[in-house]
């Protein structure tokens, strides 16, 4: 039983690790955005292309005027739902 509950427990740290792993690259890209980073860059580029990625679906969800806001809304909201929901799920994997 307590072999079950440690390979529970594992698995819920990764779950949770993954998910705040994603929304790091997604609030890394938001401040990039905000700083005006180089978009020349390599690792700038790396980082927009994986964000871009990950919020797929919601990237031009929101129809702000300014182009900031919409990122930060957009990258932002997909961040949270990440968390969310792969805390939720972690939580859930660690009572069992």
């Known amino acids: 039983m307590s072999r079950y509950r440690n ?3 594992q698995a819920g740290t990764v ?3 993954v998910a705040d792993v994603m929304a790091l690259i997604l609030g890394l890209w938001i401040l990039m955005y905000l700083l005006d ?8 580029q790396f980082v927009h292309e994986l964000a871009r990625w990950l919020a797929g679906w919601s990237h031009d969800l ?3 005027d300014e182009a900031w806001a919409r990122v930060v809304a957009g990258y932002g909201l997909a961040a949270v739902v990440y968390l969310f929901i792969g805390h939720a799920i972690a ?5 069992r």
Do not use: C, K, P, S
């Open 62 to 64: 929101f129809t702000f």
């Open 91 to 95: 939580n859930r994997v660690h009572r």
């Open 15 to 17: 779950i949770a690790v």
């Open 7 to 9: 390979g529970a427990n």
């Open 37 to 44: 980073a180089n978009r020349g860059n390599e690792f700038v």
